[in-house]
Structures are given as C-alpha cells and as structure tokens.
C-alpha cells in the first residue's frame, strides 16, 4: 500500500498535500492479508495532524507504522467499492457517478485495495458533511468514509485540493455523521480489507442481548479503573472472559475489541507505544478466551481482579497459552530434528568397504606422510588453540612463510615440498594491517598465497550456493593447504550456538566436504580458548568438546603471565606430541624460532635467581624468613633452592638453626 518508500516520508508527503495523518500498526499474515490493526490511542480523530514535528515524533518512536488518513479533518470523502463476498462495488460506484471509460484517473482519483476493490478519493463539501456507511445505503458493495471514518495511506494520492467534489447524492443518501461518541467507533466506521469472517462476511455486530453488551462494558469499566501495575494481569483476565463470551457466539469478536480497547483510553502511558503493547494483548486474551467457549448466565459475578491483577480466567488464559507454548515447541523440536537429518543428508557418502578384516590387513601399510615434521600430517586437520592477542596470527604467517618457501617451521620442524599454493581466509585482521604485516614476513614466494579478506563478512558454509563458491574457488588456487582464522568469525552465519554438539558437528562435516571435493590437503583454523592464562595440559578450545575431537593435531599457544610475556608451543594429536617449549620473537623481521625452557622450568630457573639474589643481600637467615620476605609458600621455596643449590650452602646457626648463604660468602655466626 505504501509501495517502497518508508513510512515516515509517505506521512510528511501527505500532510503536506492536506492529509491529516495519525499513526498505526498492522499485522499481516504470512500470504499479505492483515490479521489485525493497533492505534496508538482512541483518541485518533484529536491526535491526527498535518503538523511536521509531531509526526516526526510519532515515527521516530514507532519507524514500522502504517500511515493513516483521518477522513473528516482531511475534509475527504472516500467511497470503498468492494469486489469480494459477491459484490461488485466498482461497476456499482462507476454507474451511480457516471464515471464512463473515457473518464480519466485525474477526473476520478482512486487506488487499488488488497481485495481488487478500489478507494475513490473526492473532496468533502463543507456544506452537505458526509457521514460513514458500510451497509450498502448507496449500492451492494459500495461503502462511504466520510466524517468519522479513516483510510490507510496510499502514496499515489493527490493533493486535497485537486480532488474532485464528491458527488451531492452521497450526502443526500448517507446523511450528516453521527455524534462522536466514544462508544461508536464500530464497523461502520473502520471497514478493513482482511477482518472478513470465513463466509465472507465482515465482522457485524451480533449482540441483541443487552445484558451481555452491559456485562462486557462491565469488564470494561473495571479494566479502565485498574492501576497501571496490575495492567497486564487484568488484561489478560478481563479480555479473556470478553473472548469466551465471543466463543459462545454471544458477542462478535469486533464488538468485544472495540469496547475492551475503549476502556484503556485513561490509562497513562509511560511512552508512545505502550498503548498499542497493550491493545494487541487486548485482542491476543479475547482469540485465546474464543478458544473456551462459556457463556454468560444471569446472576454471574464480575471476575474479581487481585492486587497483581490475576483471575480464574487468567489462569485459565495461562493454561491455554502454556498448552500453545508447549505444542510450538515440541513442533520446533520436530523440525530442528528433520532439519538436522536433511543438513547430514546433504553432505553424507558412501564409506569405503574393504571387505573382512582379513583382506583389509592385506593392504599395504603406507609411511607417515608429513607437510610439517611432527606437527602437520599430509592430509590432516589442525587446530591452534590460543588466548586472545597471544599471537595466533604470528603463528599463522610463519606457517605460511615456511610452507611457500620450505623453510623449516619455527626454526625446528622440515617441511615437505608442495606444489599447491594456500589459502588464508582471514575474518580477523583489518585488510590493510593484515597485508602490511606479511609484507614484513618478506615472503620468497608470494604468488602462491592467496587472502580472502572477510572481516565483516560471512561465508556461511551451511549454505549448499556458498559451499560449492568456496569449492570452485579453491580448486581454481590449486590451494594445498587452507588456513581459516579464527573459528569463532568463521562459523557465522552457519551456526548460532557453539555450544551446541550438532551444528558444530554439521559445520566441521562441512567444512571436510569442501576440502575434500576442492582437492585441499590440510586445513589449519586458529581457536581462541576461554581463559587468558591456563597452565600446561589444561588448556581448552571455547565451545563444544566436538570442536576438540575433530582435528588431527591440536596446537596450543600460550603467553606466561611469570615471570614476563614469553610465548609457549606445545602440540599433541595423531602421531604429534611435543612437549611445551618457548617461543622467541624478532620482532624487526617478525619471525618466530623455537628454542627454550618450558612454562615450569622458566618459572624454576626464575625463582632460584631471586632466591639467590636476596640471600645474597641477606645472609645467614633461615627457612621461614626467606619464605616470609619473598611471599612463598613451602613448595615453591623447596623448588627453588633445589634449582639453586650450587651457588646457596646451608649451614648450622645459632641454636642449631639451618641459615643460608651463598657458596662464597663467609658465616658470620
């Protein structure tokens, strides 16, 4: 209706053609039709305006609205010719105006509604006012908004002033609109395309009971003397006990909207917004309350509202929503159940079969074949698992350095000649830092590396379209060896829990398929672990335990918090154990080598330098004065004495005490 421009600039557009506009909300279903409307307020014939700021106002705090038109401050008289429940309201309307088919769309404004109907627009005549119909007083199918009425926007509309008088027999066969009372917002005023009934009937009021009407005005009255805090509850009760009379067919589902609506009118709320919140619960209680149909009987006492605004009918509101709740999810659990089946499906092969155990042992075993000596098997998946800015990407472009141009990684480890090139899918590092930092890598072979830059972007491999780009793309490269850095940015997009043991199973499944169909060897994919600062052999991967079980190696890199910032490697996996070792960094050329003690050691060698230090400048004290002074506890200090036992002697003091000094300082005692 409002085509592709926004709401607010269709609003400003009208008013500034004469339009007086007011905001709504409306629901649709999922073939278009609209299921419901909220107003903002039932104020919407004071509060509608041609005023720029306030409805600047109004779409600022609610940008989804439907502009709507208020018919009589517009000084608009809109004739709705209907084509459904077997009326033909266009031909009708085309015949009582004259309007022949020569007429142009100039001489006779109109708009197309959802139903194939048309909006014809004319120009109030202040001297014969127009009133609303929706019965049909003019012809079958043709309804008037006049005075009283409203329209939603359309953006082909005129200007007020351009449109043509609307014809004096309207006036004569309609009449003058009806006092403005607040209780007369029904049907003949609001007629929305949508809020048919099955037959194809619009909503009319069905109520000849006068008792049930002053019943439900009753619940009315009571929810409009409700204190704001208790509102939702005695919403959800009172409209509820509305919707069962509905349910009964002692009431149409419009009449117990429209009075149960009314009441919250003198309610204060805290924000524009609020209201319409509390309207569509309105219409939620009553659909829920049709549901248990229980009719109104004479003598029946009005739903008694507690300070937290409950009810028996709110309890049984709540039931029937928990009975709903529990149905959509078990339906979901159905669903996420096939979906996974259907994910698997996709990517699922035929395992080779190589008959009895006695023929398979006839194969041939084949040699330990390495891209990285010790670290990296041909054909092998790799993890490097590290805390956050330890080096990941350090780790990463050396990699790189010595599998293009064969150098021993990290100073240590052969790596096997390749043909292929690699493939960095870097989600992490900003494009032109990430390029500026292999630029000093000083690559030899540079042609044979290829960078996907997609920080800010996703490559969801869920998707069958972006797992065979990624296919074509990699086989084009020839890619050997496919690094994705990191997991956490890589997995966007394809799955939204990491947690959770399927999707990641599904993400990693996918990612071997892409491998294996594009012809790649190894994949290598830094983690990041969710502690800072772990100790050797308790260091993990963030997310599920899944992520750790699927690849061949495990590398993990950490920085030692004692007694500086020094880098550790250590690796374990298929045929891959080496022990943590220290890393050195140059940081002028950015290279990595491999060559030192362990986290326990370095931390070992450190405390036997401090003790030797401080006994040093105190000689001659004992165990507990040490101990005190350096803040240790026994075995730290038992650790440290015995890395430091060549250069501090113990000897015997006064009241046989043990003292220490260094190897070359003289007793004093």
């Given at each position: 209706?409002?085509?592709?421009?926004?709401?607010?600039?269709?609003?400003?557009?009208?008013?500034?053609?004469?339009?007086?506009?007011?905001p709504?909300?409306?629901e649709?279903?999922?073939?278009?039709?609209?299921?419901?409307?909220?107003?903002?307020?039932?104020?919407?014939r004071?509060?509608s305006?041609m005023?720029?700021?306030?409805?600047?106002?109004?779409?600022?705090?609610?940008?989804?609205?439907?502009?709507?038109?208020?018919?009589?401050?517009?000084?608009?008289?809109?004739?709705?010719?209907?084509?459904k429940?077997?009326?033909?309201?266009?031909?009708?309307?085309?015949?009582?105006?004259g309007?022949?088919?020569?007429?142009?769309?100039r001489?006779?404004?109109?708009?197309?509604?959802?139903?194939?109907?048309?909006?014809?627009?004319?120009r109030?005549?202040?001297?014969?006012?127009?009133?609303?119909?929706?019965?049909?007083?003019?012809?079958?199918?043709?309804?008037?908004?006049?005075?009283g009425?409203?329209?939603?926007?359309?953006?082909?509309?005129?200007?007020v002033?351009?449109?043509?008088?609307v014809?004096?027999?309207?006036?004569?066969?309609?009449?003058?609109?009806?006092?403005?009372?607040?209780?007369?917002?029904?049907?003949?005023?609001?007629?929305?395309?949508?809020?048919?009934?099955?037959?194809?009937?619009?909503?009319?009021?069905?109520?000849?009971?006068?008792?049930?009407?002053?019943?439900?005005?009753?619940?009315?009255?009571?929810?409009?003397?409700?204190?704001?805090?208790?509102?939702?509850?005695?919403?959800?009760?009172?409209?509820?006990?509305?919707?069962?009379?509905?349910?009964?067919?002692?009431?149409?589902?419009?009449?117990?909207?429209?009075?149960?609506?009314?009441?919250?009118?003198?309610?204060t709320?805290?924000?524009?917004?609020?209201?319409?919140?509390?309207?569509?619960?309105?219409?939620?209680?009553?659909?829920?309350?049709?549901?248990?149909?229980?009719?109104?009987?004479?003598?029946?006492?009005?739903?008694?509202?507690?300070?937290?605004?409950?009810?028996?009918a709110?309890?049984?509101?709540?039931s029937d929503?928990?009975?709903?709740?529990?149905?959509?999810?078990?339906?979901?659990?159905?669903?996420r159940?096939?979906?996974?089946?259907?994910?698997?499906?996709?990517?699922?092969?035929?395992?080779?079969?190589?008959g009895?155990?006695?023929?398979?042992?006839?194969?041939?075993?084949?040699?330990?074949?390495?891209?990285?000596?010790?670290?990296?098997?041909a054909?092998?998946?790799?993890?490097?698992?590290?805390g956050?800015?330890?080096?990941?990407?350090?780790?990463?472009?050396?990699?790189?350095?010595?599998?293009?141009?064969?150098?021993p990684?990290?100073?240590?480890?052969?790596?096997?000649?390749?043909?292929?090139?690699?493939?960095i899918?870097?989600?992490?590092?900003?494009?032109?830092?990430?390029?500026?930092?292999?630029?000093?890598v000083?690559?030899?072979?540079?042609?044979?590396?290829?960078?996907?830059?997609?920080?800010?972007?996703?490559?969801?491999?869920?998707?069958?379209?972006?797992?065979a780009?990624?296919?074509?793309?990699?086989?084009?490269r020839?890619v050997?060896?496919w690094?994705?850095?990191?997991?956490?940015?890589?997995?966007?997009?394809?799955?939204?829990?990491?947690?959770?043991e399927?999707?990641?199973?599904r993400?990693?499944?996918?990612?071997?398929v892409?491998?294996?169909?594009?012809?790649?060897?190894?994949?290598?994919?830094?983690?990041h672990?969710?502690?800072?600062?772990v100790?050797?052999?308790?260091?993990?991967?963030?997310?599920?335990?899944?992520?750790?079980?699927?690849?061949?190696?495990?590398?993990?890199l950490?920085?030692?918090?004692?007694?500086?910032?020094?880098?550790?490697?250590r690796?374990?996996?298929?045929?891959?154990?080496?022990?943590?070792?220290?890393?050195?960094?140059?940081?002028?050329?950015?290279?990595?080598?491999?060559?030192?003690?362990?986290r326990?050691?370095?931390?070992?060698?450190?405390?036997?330098?401090?003790l030797?230090?401080?006994?040093?400048?105190?000689?001659?004290?004992?165990?507990?004065?040490?101990?005190?002074?350096l803040?240790?506890?026994?075995?730290r200090?038992?650790?440290a004495?015995?890395?430091?036992?060549?250069?501090?002697?113990?000897?015997?003091?006064?009241?046989?005490?043990?003292?220490?000094?260094?190897?070359?300082?003289?007793?004093?005692?």
């Amino acid at each position: 209706m409002t085509g592709n421009i926004s709401g607010l600039d269709l609003a400003l557009a009208l008013a500034a053609k004469g339009y007086s506009i007011f905001p709504v909300r409306i629901e649709l279903d999922a073939e278009g039709n609209r299921t419901d409307v909220e107003f903002p307020a039932r104020s919407w014939r004071e509060m509608s305006t041609m005023e720029k700021t306030a409805i600047e106002a109004w779409w600022t705090a609610q940008p989804l609205a439907t502009p709507a038109i208020d018919c009589g401050k517009s000084g608009i008289v809109v004739i709705d010719a209907d084509e459904k429940s077997g009326h033909h309201g266009v031909s009708a309307w085309r015949g009582l105006a004259g309007i022949t088919t020569l007429a142009t769309r100039r001489d006779h404004p109109w708009a197309e509604t959802p139903s194939r109907g048309r909006h014809y627009f004319y120009r109030a005549d202040p001297k014969s006012p127009v009133g609303c119909d929706n019965t049909g007083k003019l012809a079958a199918g043709v309804d008037v908004k006049g005075s009283g009425g409203l329209v939603f926007a359309y953006h082909s509309m005129p200007k007020v002033a351009d449109l043509p008088v609307v014809p004096s027999f309207v006036a004569t066969g309609i009449g003058p609109p009806a006092a403005d009372r607040p209780d007369e917002m029904s049907s003949t005023e609001i007629s929305f395309d949508g809020f048919d009934e099955p037959g194809g009937q619009a909503d009319r009021p069905r109520a000849d009971d006068a008792a049930v009407l002053a019943r439900v005005y009753e619940l009315a009255e009571q929810l409009g003397a409700t204190p704001d805090g208790s509102g939702f509850g005695a919403i959800s009760s009172l409209a509820y006990r509305a919707g069962q009379y509905v349910g009964a067919e002692q009431l149409s589902e419009h009449q117990a909207n429209r009075i149960m609506r009314g009441a919250l009118d003198g309610w204060t709320w805290r924000k524009f917004g609020d209201d319409v919140k509390m309207r569509a619960l309105v219409t939620r209680q009553i659909k829920a309350g049709t549901r248990k149909p229980r009719p109104w009987t004479a003598g029946e006492a009005l739903p008694t509202v507690t300070p937290d605004g409950g009810t028996e009918a709110a309890d049984e509101a709540l039931s029937d929503d928990v009975a709903n709740a529990l149905h959509r999810l078990r339906v979901m659990a159905q669903a996420r159940e096939l979906l996974a089946i259907e994910a698997h499906a996709e990517s699922w092969t035929a395992p080779a079969d190589f008959g009895s155990l006695a023929n398979e042992l006839t194969l041939p075993d084949l040699p330990v074949e390495w891209r990285v000596k010790g670290m990296l098997g041909a054909g092998h998946n790799a993890i490097l698992v590290a805390g956050r800015k330890v080096g990941k990407t350090t780790i990463v472009n050396e990699l790189v350095r010595s599998l293009v141009d064969d150098e021993p990684f990290l100073g240590r480890f052969e790596v096997s000649p390749a043909d292929g090139s690699i493939a960095i899918f870097n989600y992490e590092v900003e494009q032109h830092q990430y390029r500026r930092w292999l630029r000093e890598v000083g690559l030899t072979n540079p042609e044979r590396v290829h960078v996907l830059h997609l920080r800010g972007r996703s490559l969801p491999v869920a998707d069958p379209r972006v797992r065979a780009w990624i296919t074509a793309w990699l086989r084009e490269r020839q890619v050997e060896t496919w690094i994705i850095d990191p997991y956490s940015r890589a997995y966007v997009g394809s799955l939204d829990n990491g947690n959770d043991e399927a999707q990641v199973s599904r993400f990693l499944d996918h990612l071997d398929v892409v491998k294996m169909e594009a012809g790649v060897g190894q994949l290598v994919m830094p983690v990041h672990t969710p502690k800072a600062h772990v100790e050797s052999g308790e260091e993990t991967a963030i997310g599920s335990q899944r992520l750790e079980a699927w690849p061949d190696a495990i590398w993990y890199l950490t920085r030692e918090i004692y007694p500086g910032t020094e880098r550790y490697l250590r690796a374990e996996g298929r045929d891959v154990d080496h022990p943590e070792e220290q890393i050195s960094y140059d940081s002028a050329s950015r290279r990595l080598a491999l060559g030192g003690w362990s986290r326990a050691t370095t931390r070992r060698n450190a405390d036997a330098q401090a003790l030797i230090d401080y006994v040093g400048a105190n000689p001659g004290q004992g165990q507990n004065e040490i101990r005190t002074a350096l803040a240790w506890g026994q075995g730290r200090f038992a650790k440290a004495l015995s890395a430091a036992r060549s250069e501090i002697r113990i000897d015997i003091g006064a009241r046989r005490a043990q003292v220490h000094y260094l190897s070359d300082q003289l007793n004093s005692e």
